[in-house]
């Protein structure tokens, strides 16, 4: 069932052309110029008088809410919050029946979350689930919601579930920004043919990066700390990076807004920390260049993850990871698909069980 790959980890990042574009399918109607998504559609009024967004998740999906923030925020301007499960269950948090809960999870089994879901419920918010697995506990709690529908995720390193996550959050913010007016039909047009485009540009990092990322993965192996930075979008990207990494191939890892660096981070930076970079063209790119001078006036070893015929901070780095730019909103798609693949061969090089890390479980149900 691992189609001849040596990891479902690995196999689950190729699918990725795939998965995304089968959470676009049915929904993504480009030549209409039309998102449908019955779960919202339905509701849409709740969304539209929601005085704000709280989205609750657990890892990796909690990176996809932080991604969902954005999106939201930018297109739909809409207040959203992002909160762990775990936290929001135990502090007895403010929330009324004005306010719509995002809950986000592959499994839907996750019990912190599940948790915080019924709090939410209980006190009349409206609950609305991103679920990968079918008929999952957190699917049926919810009062509507979409499916991912990127297929069963068995590598306990979510890889192509969180590309869904960000796919299905764009969906939802362009879709609530068009329909509130914030989002021009103009700017809306623009996207919706972005984000169509998105599955043949992750084909094209595949193939293009591949065997690049397996050679850096190489001169990494024993490193034992590693940063990786990135700002607005990519700041989240950032810390799924890290924390693929640090699951996989138990080297610590950190992910930091690139500019909290100089906040304490920084003091940490020697010949001996691999850093890697998120620096899109589009997102900040010119304060990402001081970063990196800053990094390499420390003599950090840099990876950077940068669109094709970059220069600036090309030059600077140590190692260069080419992908095809798309718009800022979505650039995490594609950044976190060579991070995914650093993180697996670092861990495969390190001869780790990457489908099964030490300690840790596919569908965390116990808080
Ligand atoms: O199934 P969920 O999305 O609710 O799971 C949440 C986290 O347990 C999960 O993302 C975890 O962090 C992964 N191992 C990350 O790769």
Same mark, same amino acid.
């Given at each position: ?97 004005? *306010? ?31 679920? @990968? ?48 007016? @914030? ?38 192996? @024993? ?84 669109? $094709? ?24 798609? $594609? ?17 780790? @069980?990457? *489908? ?12």
């Amino acid at each position: 069932e691992k189609s001849g790959y040596e990891h479902f980890m690995l196999k689950e990042i190729f699918e990725q052309p795939k998965s995304v574009h089968d959470t676009m399918r049915g929904r993504l109607l480009v030549d209409e110029g039309v998102i449908k998504m019955a779960g919202i559609w339905d509701h849409i009024e709740r969304f539209k008088n929601a005085n704000r967004i709280i989205i609750i998740a657990c890892g990796t999906s909690w990176h996809a809410g932080l991604i969902g923030e954005y999106l939201i925020e930018e297109y739909a301007r809409i207040p959203v919050e992002v909160e762990y499960a775990s936290e929001f269950r135990y502090r007895n948090p403010i929330i009324t029946d004005k *306010d719509v809960v995002i809950a986000i999870s592959q499994s839907g089994e996750t019990a912190d979350t599940m948790a915080a879901l019924k709090l939410a419920k209980e006190r009349g918010a409206f609950i609305y689930g991103i679920c @990968n697995v079918v008929d999952s506990s957190i699917a049926r709690i919810t009062d509507a919601g979409s499916y991912t529908h990127a297929g069963p995720e068995i590598g306990v390193a979510s890889t192509k579930a969180f590309t869904a996550q960000l796919t299905i959050l764009s969906l939802i913010a362009l879709k609530l920004g068009k329909h509130n007016g @914030n989002l021009g039909n103009a700017e809306f047009m623009s996207l919706i043919a972005e984000l169509d485009a998105i599955p043949k540009k992750i084909e094209d990092v595949l193939s293009s990066t591949h065997e690049l990322v397996q050679n850096i993965a190489k001169d990494f192996v @024993n490193a034992t700390n590693f940063l990786y930075l990135g700002r607005g979008y990519n700041y989240p990207a950032a810390l799924e990076g890290a924390l693929k990494l640090k699951e996989i191939s138990y080297i610590h890892a950190e992910g930091y807004p690139a500019a909290e660096m100089k906040h304490g981070p920084i003091a940490l930076i020697d010949e001996n920390m691999p850093i890697v970079i998120i620096a899109p063209k589009k997102g900040h790119y010119d304060k990402i260049v001081s970063n990196v001078q800053e990094i390499k006036a420390r003599k950090g070893k840099v990876i950077s993850v940068v669109n $094709i015929g970059d220069t600036q901070v090309s030059e600077m780095s140590d190692y260069v990871i080419e992908i095809p730019e798309t718009s800022e909103c979505f650039s995490p798609i $594609i950044a976190s698909v060579p991070l995914q693949l650093l993180a697996y061969y670092i861990a495969v090089y390190r001869g780790a @069980n990457v *489908d099964q890390p030490r300690n840790l479980a596919k569908s965390v149900t116990v808080e």
